[in-house]
């Protein structure tokens, strides 16, 4: 069964810098590309991040590019995303999801929250 | 706003058809798959169609998708009270090399 458990959420204030993981189980996990996807609360989906499953690409929404920086270890199937320089708008449930190429993002985390507030 | 465009809310009665729609470019929809998540009240999102009109295992024939153009629909047959749920398209947009999501559906099943 697939399983994708992300930790590493908190309370900070803007500016701070936090980083995320994603532990996976259940599947081969270097076959796969990743993704961060975060939510706002109310708020609708916002892609945020993905890496391919060898970890040589990497790419990032406009809103996140140049402050957070994904990563993989598939020796330890986990995936990481590297929050900095935070922002009030960066407060969102983050969730780790799993991209099967014929079938999209098939598996979801419960996430994790990440509270940027001062 | 969301680069996919899709209504904020939709309704129906039990047993009725909903259609819900979510129009983009040719630079997303028009060149690539679209996708549908289902996202339950506090519950992650959960894949509920994949290449335009796939179903995952486990999902009922109930639902549909279909795709013309830069425009896609999901169609939800023989609505159920527990379908009540926000609905997300999303897909690969070329120009932004970014994934897209739609602003969100939320179905309400009076």
């Known amino acids: 069964e697939v399983q994708l458990v992300e930790s590493g959420g908190g309370v900070l204030q803007p500016g701070g810098s936090l980083r995320l993981s994603c532990a996976a189980s259940?599947?081969?996990?270097?076959?796969?590309?990743m993704h961060w996807v975060r939510q706002a609360p109310g708020k609708g989906l916002e892609w945020v991040s993905f890496?391919?499953?060898?970890?040589?690409?990497?790419y990032y929404a406009d809103s996140v590019k140049g402050r957070f920086t994904v990563s993989r270890d598939n020796s330890k199937n986990s995936l990481y995303l590297q929050m900095n320089s935070l922002r009030l708008e960066d407060t969102a449930l983050y969730y780790c999801?799993?991209?099967?190429?014929?079938?999209?993002?098939?598996?979801w985390g419960q996430g994790t929250l990440v509270s940027v507030s001062s | 706003q969301s680069v996919l465009t899709q209504p904020p809310s939709a309704s129906g009665t039990p047993g009725q058809r909903v259609i819900i729609s979510c129009s983009g470019s040719?630079?997303?929809?028009?060149?690539?798959?679209l996708y549908w998540y289902q996202q339950l009240p506090g519950t992650a999102p959960k894949l509920l169609i994949y290449?335009?009109?796939q179903r995952p295992s486990g999902v009922p024939d109930r639902f549909s998708g279909s795709k013309s153009g830069t425009s896609t629909s999901l169609v939800i047959s023989e609505l159920r009270s527990e379908d009540e749920a926000d609905y997300y398209c999303?897909?690969?947009?070329?120009?932004?090399?970014?994934?897209?999501f739609g602003g969100g559906t939320k179905l309400a099943v009076l």
């Open positions: 999801t799993k991209e099967t190429q014929t079938t999209g993002f098939d598996h």
């Open positions: 259940g599947f081969t996990f270097g076959d796969y590309a």
């Open positions: 890496i391919t499953g060898d970890g040589r690409d990497t």
């Open positions: 040719s630079s997303n929809i028009g060149r690539n798959y």
């Open positions: 290449r335009n009109n």
């Open positions: 999303s897909t690969w947009d070329d120009s932004l090399t970014a994934w897209v």
